[in-house]
């Protein structure tokens, strides 16, 4: 696997060589509540991920005009899926919040802007990187302007042909890119999760790459690690059976602390591949050789 030099995100360096980088995707989990958002700041804290994600959007942009008016049953009533949209979104009041917050649990903080004016929005608010959500990545507008930022971008490739990912990559550039491989399908079955993708990705555009999971359970993130993926990136979630359309293909806090446990097990025993005769083994060897 050709192995991409690492980026670097608020001075943590994220390639071949260095911990796995571990978000905690807290996404739209939180409902509109500043109150979830920090406890699910917590609950990466308390595991050992690096850094949470949000997703922000201007909803009036994002989304489409056919559906603005739709009719959507939610845990406030019947509104409009464009009242909904915008019922769940952080003001900047509310984000300066959260980052002090994520600042005091020293996790670095972030989100998925899903068109320009939250891209200045999040560049306002000084975040150390950026992430291209799957379903953004042929929307060149938002692409140009994410690679004005001059910040390192982490990219996912859900939802994507090789065609697709080659143009986003070609805009972006790759001084500054971590592509993760993602299979945007909630939740992800493991016939569709491709592990090997990894690889690939990496030898095609000699970039480091991770591995953005929507599984049920924690075996195939793990494997990811094993299958060279230097981030991991989850959804986490206080409970499953919260209200939301993320929350079954999330994490509990139990299995985030799981998750990071495991992580931090395979990154070790993955070694640095030199075959030797380690120290446990000079006993063994010495009793059960026969000759040599």
Not at 94 to 109: C, F, N, S, T
Not at 228 to 235: F, L, S
Request: a negative charge.
């Amino acid at each position: 696997m050709v192995e991409g030099p690492p980026i670097e995100i608020a001075g943590r360096r994220v390639g071949s060589g260095h911990p796995v980088y571990v978000i905690g995707e807290i996404g739209i989990n939180h409902n509109g509540e500043v109150a979830i958002a920090k406890a699910l700041i917590d609950v990466a804290a308390d595991a050992g991920c690096d850094a949470v994600k949000f997703q922000k959007r201007t909803p009036a942009l994002c989304v489409p005009l056919e559906q603005q008016g739709v009719m959507r049953e939610t845990p406030w009533g019947t509104m409009t899926y464009l009242e909904y949209k915008e019922r769940v979104e952080f003001d900047r009041a509310d984000y300066e919040k959260l980052a002090r917050h994520a600042d005091e649990r020293g996790v670095h903080w972030f989100a998925s802007p899903w068109d320009v004016p939250s891209v200045e929005f999040l560049e306002d608010l000084e975040v150390p990187t950026h992430k291209v959500a799957s379903a953004c990545l042929t929307d060149d507008e938002l692409l140009v302007a994410l690679r004005d930022s001059g910040k390192p971008l982490i990219v996912s490739t859900g939802m994507s042909t090789v065609d697709e990912v080659d143009h986003a990559v070609e805009v972006l550039g790759t001084e500054r890119l971590l592509l993760m491989h993602s299979t945007s399908t909630y939740p992800c079955p493991p016939e569709e999760s491709n592990l090997r993708t990894i690889r690939t990705l990496a030898d095609r555009y000699g970039v480091p790459v991770g591995y953005s999971g929507h599984e049920r359970g924690l075996q195939i993130s793990v494997a990811a690690v094993a299958m060279g993926a230097v981030a991991i990136e989850r959804h986490i979630t206080l409970d499953r059976t919260m209200w939301g359309t993320d929350q079954a293909a999330s994490v509990e806090p139990q299995g985030v602390r799981h998750l990071l446990r495991d992580i931090r097990v395979v990154e070790t025993a993955l070694g640095d591949g030199v075959k030797r005769v380690f120290p446990g083994e000079e006993e063994p060897r010495r009793r059960l050789r026969r000759a040599g």
